[in-house]
């Protein structure tokens, strides 16, 4: 199994900055693919980046050229950099690993952005 743990939300004004960390543990050697989604209120979860099991990336259009997703040597913890934060960027944003030698997904528990003047 693997654990996520997500840490670096809170509130920000528009146009700020945030960086948000994803630590993975357990069977971290299983994770092909990892990255981040996040859910607003009334919305479903979308994707917002992620690494894909061949090292590229994917990012939604809407956090294109705002957004960066990033990992550690060891890629067992995830960093995804926020900047030019708008409010619709307000959301529950959550930490997902996908092993396809389970072909379980994993989730952290979230942790809340607001992006607020």
């Known amino acids: 199994q693997v654990q996520l743990v997500e840490s670096g939300g809170g509130l920000v004004q528009p146009g700020g900055s945030l960086r948000l960390s994803c630590a993975a543990s357990?069977?971290?050697?299983?994770?092909?693919?990892m990255g981040w989604y996040r859910q607003a209120p009334g919305k479903q979860r979308e994707l917002v980046a992620t690494?894909?099991?061949?090292?590229?990336?994917n990012y939604a259009d809407s956090v294109k050229g705002r957004l960066t997703i990033s990992r550690t040597g060891a890629k067992n913890t995830v960093y995804l950099h926020m900047n030019s934060l708008k409010p619709e960027d307000t959301a529950v944003y959550y930490c997902?690993?996908?092993?396809?030698?389970?072909?379980?997904?994993?989730w952290g528990q979230g942790t809340q952005v607001t992006v607020s003047a």
């Open positions: 357990g069977s971290i050697f299983s994770i092909s693919d």
């Open positions: 690494f894909t099991s061949g090292g590229r990336t």
């Open positions: 997902y690993a996908f092993s396809p030698l389970t072909g379980r997904a994993s």
